[in-house]
């Protein structure tokens, strides 16, 4: 059985590739040896795609500090062939 995860991620990119508030990326993720990588479509001109995984912590630090996250997922954000993009999620109750 082929299992995909679909995602709805809000990114903003502080790039000249930066997309308009109203517009939504969805991604298609399928499960990799290392976590969930799969394309999203395009933004203006250039294609994206997500590499993402679970982790322990993230580099950044937790963004709330009144509670814990239930996960923690890292990756990057590929925008055409070459420039990448880091994200993190922290997911709460």
Known sequence: MKISLKLLL???????????ASSDL??????????????????????????IRETESID???????????????GTMNIGDKAQRPFEIERYR
């Open 10 to 20: 809000l990114v903003v990119v502080m790039s000249p590739v930066a997309v308009d």
């Open 26 to 51: 969805r991604c298609r993720l399928e499960p990799t040896e290392y976590g969930w990588s799969g394309p999203c479509g395009k933004l203006n001109k250039f294609r994206l795609s997500v590499n």
């Open 60 to 74: 950044s630090g937790n963004w709330r500090s009144d509670m814990e996250p239930v996960d923690v997922w890292a």
